[in-house]
């Protein structure tokens, strides 16, 4: 049995060395998971209308795939299926708005 924090570093491991990350919707519309996801540059999948700091869903599309239609078959086709041009993009885009959530590295006096 795991512990909490042995399941967060899990959780964070299994999310830096994967191409796509599930982003399900949470209690509110805004989840911790779709931050994570942009951190560890893992294209996050939006599964339901969420809160995207900075961005409109549509606008999110270019970094993360929004899926709501909710068939989760096809989106797995989809996902295996999307050209490596377009998860190139995505992750280059991906890297820009991480970006924008980190603080700009300083030496300490």
Known sequence: QTTGVASVAASMTQMAHSTFCPVPPGIIPVTRRLYEAIIFECIPVITAPTVVAFHTL????????????????????????????????????????????????????
């Open 58 to 109: 549509t606008e999110a599309e270019e970094f993360a795939v929004v899926w709501l239609n909710g068939n989760l078959t096809q989106l797995a086709r989809h996902l295996v299926n999307m050209p490596y041009e377009e998860v190139l993009r995505k992750r280059r885009r991906l890297r820009k708005v991480k970006s924008l959530f980190m603080y700009p590295e300083q030496e300490l006096d």
